[in-house]
Structure formats: structure tokens, C-alpha cells
């Protein structure tokens, strides 16, 4: 009766060897899935922060387009300012150039006045003298 038992016990170890190479099977299978799901996450990962890194380094270049465009325009507006003093400057001078004319126009007339008034005053001296 003991080879009965022997057989039994036998055939439960082999039984029990296969569940457990199969367990075992299963479960490199599974640690291999679980690796190669790592080794992609790794990858992924890697490629997220070079994205990252070209993302952070394009930020850095339109701040500097953004400050250069940022100065341009102070420059600008400087020069548009400056382009206003000029022109008031240059209509003031244009006014002035006006009243300028104006009173040479108005002393032109004075001066005529006067040599007319002279020569009314010319004639009547040659008169009394006759």
C-alpha cells in the first residue's frame, strides 16, 4: 500500500510541478510584459522632456522676439515723437514764417505811406517856395 501512496504522492508532485512551472511561466510572461511596458514608459518619458526642453527653448526665443518687438516699438514711438516735434516745431516756424510775411507785407505799406506822406509833404514845400 505504500506504492499506492508513493504513485499518488508522485503524481500530485507532478501535477503540482506543472501548475507551478505554468505559474511560473505565466508569471515571467508577465514580468516580461511589465519590463518592456517600463522600457516604453522610459522612452516615452524621455521623449517627453526633450519636448519638454524644445518647448522651454522656444518659450525662451519668443520672450526675446516679444523684447526685442518691446524695444522696437519704444523706439518707434520715440521717433514718432520726435517726428511730432519736428512738425509742431516745423508749423510753428511755418506760422512764424507767415507773420513774418505779414509784416513785411504791413511795413512794405508803412514805408509807402511814408514816401507818399513825403512826397505830399515835398510838394507843398516846392508849392510855398512859389
Same mark, same amino acid.
Given at each position: 500500500m505504500s506504492d499506492g501512496k508513493t504513485e499518488i504522492n508522485k503524481e500530485e508532485i507532478y501535477k503540482l510541478q506543472g501548475y507551478y512551472n505554468t505559474s511560473l511561466e505565466k508569471l515571467f510572461s508577465k514580468v516580461n510584459l511589465? &519590463?518592456?511596458?517600463? #522600457?516604453?514608459?522610459?522612452?516615452?518619458? /524621455? !521623449?517627453?522632456?526633450?519636448?519638454?526642453?524644445?518647448?522651454?527653448?522656444? &518659450?525662451?526665443?519668443? #520672450?526675446?522676439?516679444?523684447?526685442?518687438? /518691446? !524695444?522696437?516699438?519704444?523706439?518707434?514711438?520715440k521717433e514718432i515723437s520726435s517726428l511730432k516735434n519736428l512738425l509742431l516745431n516745423s508749423e510753428v516756424n511755418k506760422t512764424s514764417i507767415q507773420n513774418k510775411d505779414q509784416v513785411k507785407s504791413r511795413i512794405k505799406e508803412l514805408i509807402d505811406r511814408i514816401d507818399s506822406h513825403l512826397e505830399q509833404y515835398d510838394e507843398n514845400l516846392k508849392e510855398d517856395e512859389d
Open positions: 511589465l &519590463i518592456a511596458k517600463v #522600457k516604453d514608459l522610459k522612452e516615452e518619458n /524621455n !521623449s517627453l522632456r526633450e519636448g519638454i526642453k524644445d518647448f522651454n527653448n522656444s &518659450i525662451t526665443d519668443l #520672450k526675446l522676439q516679444l523684447t526685442k518687438a /518691446n !524695444s522696437d516699438s519704444v523706439l518707434k514711438d
